[in-house]
């Protein structure tokens, strides 16, 4: 029994070095796997298919966003633009004949402010409303005891001071007392920071 076993063992271990010493491939008889094969459970993750599937969907996803942003963005700059021409073309339509005889008016005057500057304060008109453009109310008080018209001229000026736009504008009949208030707008593009001031103001008579 003892020479069964050892030639048993010896048969073992010509098996483990057969081929030229290179070591055989380790079977477990019970479940037939080798201690060397990976276990494809312990492993998580996608197939490269997958994985490039889920690739493809956050691109498409991301177009899509972009897509709408770049949507939103030009919807927006066109009804800007709609309510830019729209507040143009009121206020040009409602003070267009008295801006004419308004600066009829002020064309003595040359470069003189006139008598009427301290009747007059500016109110700035919201850009959401103008749709960027640069717009004041003209608050006309008549300070006098007399029913009076009114011819005014602002200037938009740049950071160094410099008129870059103006606007005139005019009130007819103002009582004692009492208040008009007509709208002065200027075209320059609101990526240009203007500042509104009263150059001339003339009260009439």
Known sequence: ??????????????????CGGAPATVVNPVTGASPFSPNAAAFSGSTPSALASIAASIAASASAVASQAAASASAATASSSARAAS?????????????AAASAALA?????P?????????TGV??????????????????TSKTAS??????????????????????????PG??????????????????????QALRIP
């Open 178 to 199: 009492k208040t008009a208030m007509p709208v002065a707008s200027s075209s320059v593009s609101s990526n240009i920071a203007v500042l509104p001031v009263v150059v």
């Open 150 to 175: 009114y011819a005014v001229r602002i200037d938009f000026t740049n950071a160094a001071g410099e008129s870059v736009d103006s606007a005139v504008v005019g009130a007819q009949n103002v009582a």
């Open 87 to 99: 507040f143009e073309a009121s206020v040009s339509a409602s003070a267009a004949q008295a801006s």
């Open 1 to 18: 029994m003892v020479l069964l076993a050892a030639a048993g063992g010896l048969v073992g271990m010509v098996g483990l070095t057969a």
């Open 126 to 143: 919201p850009l959401a409303t103008t749709g960027g453009l640069t717009a004041v109310v003209v608050t006309i008080t008549n300070s």
């Open 114 to 122: 006139g008598n009427a500057t301290g009747d007059i304060t500016l």
């Open 108 to 112: 003595p005057l040359g470069g003189t």
